[in-house]
C-alpha cells in the first residue's frame, strides 16, 4: 500500500514536471473529501494575499431578468427599432448566445448584408468599409464595473455624477442616469456606424437622436414617413404602461429616451454570469478546478521574484480587473478611432478622452470573468485564440512585432496603415515590460482562465431567460440567425 502510494506521488511528479509543487498528496482535514496537495496550499495563501473571496458580486444587489423593467429592457434591447434604419439592435453586437458580444474583431452595424445574421457571417455590404474601430466588450457582468464603461473610460462614474461624451470630461451629465450602464445605453443609438445610419435626424445632436426615435417608438411627434406600424407601437405603449402601472399614461410621458436607457440597463445588469469554478475553488471546494489550472492560477498570482507572471496585479480581485488603463501594446489594427491626426487612421484609447500624453494607446484593463467565451481579444479584436492572447500577455512587445494578421477570421479588416501604426505604437511607453516564459505555462494559464467561465453561459437553455421569445412581440425584434 506504502508503495503504491509512493509509486503514484512520483508519477504524478513526473507528469508535473515541476519540483517545487509536487503532489504529494496530504490527508485532507477540512470538510472538502478531496487529498489537498501542496499546490493547493501555496494557492491557498494567494489567494489570501490576494483578498479573494470569489464572489465577484461582493453583496451587490442587481436586477433579475424576472423584473418587469428587465423584461421590457430584453424586448428593447432586441429591437432593430431603436436604430435609425430599423436595421440595427442592440443585440445585434451583444447576443447573449455569442458571449454577449458578437464573434466579430470589429462589429457591424448598420449596412449589414443581411441585419437579422451575427457573428462571423455578419457581413457589410459590397463596397463599404468597416467604421466601427474596436471590438464590442461583453455585456455579461457589466453592472460589476464601478468605474469605467467603454475601452477608453468615455463614461465614467465621477463623486458628483456620471459623466460623459456629452458634456466636458470630468462634468456630470445631468442625463446620464442612476448608474453607469444606464448612462452607456444613450451613446450606441447616437453612432452612424453602430445603429443611427447616416440618414436618421441629419444634423441633430445626439440628444435630439435619442429624443426623435423615443418618439418614433412611442407614435408620437415624429415626422410621418418614419413612423412605426401602429400595432407596433400600440405593443410599446401597452408594455411601458403596465412596467410603470401609469395605465392613462400617453405615451410622450412613458416612451421618453430615458426610460428606454433604464429598462436596457436593468436587462442587461441583471446579466449576471459569476458561477465558475474558480469561485468554488476559492470557496473550499478543491476538486472543482483540474491540477493544470491550478497551476495555471500559481503563475497568473504570483509575482515575477516568486516566478509567476503577475497577471493580478493588473487583473486584480474577483472581477479580475483593477479598471485602470495601461498601453499593453495591443496590434493596432481596423480603421482606428477619430483622433487628431488625420494622416493615421490610429486608436490612441484614453488619449482620446483626456488629452493627456501618457495615456497614449491606453485602455481598460477587462475584466477576465467568462473570457473563453468573448472573443475575439483585445480592444480591437487582434487576437482569435485564447493561446495568442495569452502570448501577448506575457511578452507584448514581441508579440505585436510578430503579430500574424493571418489569424483574423473576419474578412476586409483594414492593414494598410498597420505597419506604420505599429511603429508608432512601440514607440510609445509602453506599462508592461513583458518577459520570457515557457511554453508549457501558456497552456496552465490557459487552463486557469477557462475556469472563469460560468457554466450557464455555454448553454442555451440557461440563457433562455435572456432572450425574448419570437411569439407576441413586434417583428422588429431580432431573429438572430448565426
Ligand atoms: C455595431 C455594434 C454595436 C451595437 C449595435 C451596440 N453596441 Fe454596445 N458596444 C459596441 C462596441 C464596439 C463597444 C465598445 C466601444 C468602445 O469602447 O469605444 C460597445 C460598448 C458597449 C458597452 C460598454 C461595455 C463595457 O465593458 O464598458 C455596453 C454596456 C454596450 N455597448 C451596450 C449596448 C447597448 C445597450 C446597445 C443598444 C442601445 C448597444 N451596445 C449597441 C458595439 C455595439
Ligand atoms: C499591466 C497590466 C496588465 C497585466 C500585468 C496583464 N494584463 Fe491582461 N490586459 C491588460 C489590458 C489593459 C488589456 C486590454 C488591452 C487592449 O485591449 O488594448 C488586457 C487584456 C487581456 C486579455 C484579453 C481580454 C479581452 O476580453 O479581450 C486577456 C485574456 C488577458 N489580458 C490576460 C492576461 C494574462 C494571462 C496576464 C498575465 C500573463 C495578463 N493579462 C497581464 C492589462 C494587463
Known amino acids: 500500500m506504502l508503495l503504491k502510494f509512493i509509486a503514484l506521488a512520483w508519477v504524478l511528479l513526473l507528469l508535473g514536471g515541476c519540483q517545487d509543487e509536487s503532489n504529494i498528496y496530504q490527508p485532507d482535514n477540512s470538510s472538502a473529501k478531496v487529498l489537498r496537495s501542496r499546490l493547493d496550499t501555496t494557492l491557498r495563501g494567494l489567494i489570501q494575499q490576494h483578498g479573494l473571496s470569489g464572489d465577484a458580486l461582493q453583496g451587490r444587489i442587481l436586477p433579475t431578468i424576472e423584473s418587469p423593467l428587465a423584461q421590457l429592457g430584453m424586448h428593447l434591447f432586441f429591437s432593430k427599432s431603436l436604430s435609425g434604419n430599423r436595421d440595427v439592435a442592440c443585440a445585434s453586437c451583444h447576443h447573449p448566445l455569442l458571449g454577449g458580444g458578437d464573434n466579430l474583431s470589429l462589429s457591424i452595424g448598420v449596412d449589414a448584408v443581411d441585419p437579422n445574421v451575427l457573428g462571423h457571417k455578419r457581413l457589410l455590404q459590397g463596397g463599404l468599409s468597416l467604421g466601427v474601430p474596436r471590438n464590442a466588450p461583453t455585456t455579461f457582468n457589466i453592472g460589476l464595473w464601478q468605474q469605467f464603461m467603454f475601452h477608453d473610460g468615455r463614461v465614467a462614474q465621477l463623486d458628483t455624477g456620471i459623466t460623459t461624451p ?24 447616437t453612432s452612424n456606424h453602430e445603429m443611427r445610419g447616416k440618414t436618421f435626424d441629419v444634423g441633430g445632436t445626439a440628444q435630439s437622436c435619442r429624443e426623435r426615435l423615443a418618439e418614433r417608438l412611442g407614435g408620437y411627434g415624429a ?25 392613462q399614461a400617453q405615451a410622450a410621458e412613458l ?7 433604464a429598462a436596457l440597463a436593468e436587462y442587461q445588469r441583471s446579466q449576471v454570469f459569476v458561477n465558475h469554478a474558480w469561485k468554488q475553488y476559492v470557496q473550499g471546494e478543491l476538486a472543482a478546478i483540474s491540477e493544470p489550472a491550478k497551476r495555471g492560477a500559481l503563475l497568473f498570482f504570483r509575482e515575477s521574484e516568486a516566478g509567476g507572471y503577475a497577471c493580478a496585479s493588473c487583473h486584480r480581485g474577483d472581477f479580475f480587473t483593477d479598471e485602470l488603463f495601461r498601453n499593453v501594446l495591443m496590434p493596432p489594427l481596423g480603421p482606428g478611432k477619430g483622433n487628431m491626426d488625420t494622416e493615421v487612421q490610429q486608436d490612441y484609447g484614453r488619449w482620446l478622452v ?26 480591437n479584436g487582434a487576437y482569435t485564440s485564447l493561446n495568442a492572447i495569452v502570448r501577448h500577455m506575457l511578452n507584448p512587445f514581441q508579440a505585436a512585432l510578430n503579430y500574424d494578421s493571418g489569424q483574423l477570421k473576419q474578412p476586409n479588416i483594414p492593414t494598410e496603415q498597420f505597419a506604420a501604426n505599429l511603429r508608432d505604437m512601440l514607440g510609445s511607453n509602453t506599462d508592461m515590460a513583458g518577459q520570457a516564459y515557457q511554453e508549457e505555462d501558456v497552456q496552465y494559464l490557459v487552463a486557469f482562465l477557462h475556469t472563469l467561465t460560468d457554466p450557464c453561459v455555454t448553454h442555451v437553455d440557461c440563457l433562455q431567460p435572456w432572450i425574448p421569445p419570437v411569439a407576441g412581440l413586434p417583428k422588429s425584434i431580432l431573429q438572430a440567425r448565426f
Open 255 to 261: 416612451i421618453t429616451e430615458q426610460n428606454i436607457a
Open 166 to 189: 456629452d458634456v466636458a470630461y470630468l462634468q456630470p451629465d445631468p442625463l446620464a442616469g442612476s448608474n453607469l450602464v444606464h448612462a452607456q445605453a444613450r451613446f450606441p443609438v
Open 223 to 247: 415626422i410621418p414617413e418614419e413612423r412605426l406600424p401602429a400595432e407596433e407601437t400600440d405593443y410599446w405603449l401597452d408594455a411601458f404602461r403596465k412596467v410603470y402601472q401609469q395605465p
Open 354 to 379: 483626456t488629452q493627456n500624453p501618457d495615456d497614449k494607446f491606453r485602455f481598460r484593463t477587462p475584466s477576465l470573468l467568462n473570457v473563453a467565451v468573448t472573443g475575439p481579444w483585445g480592444h
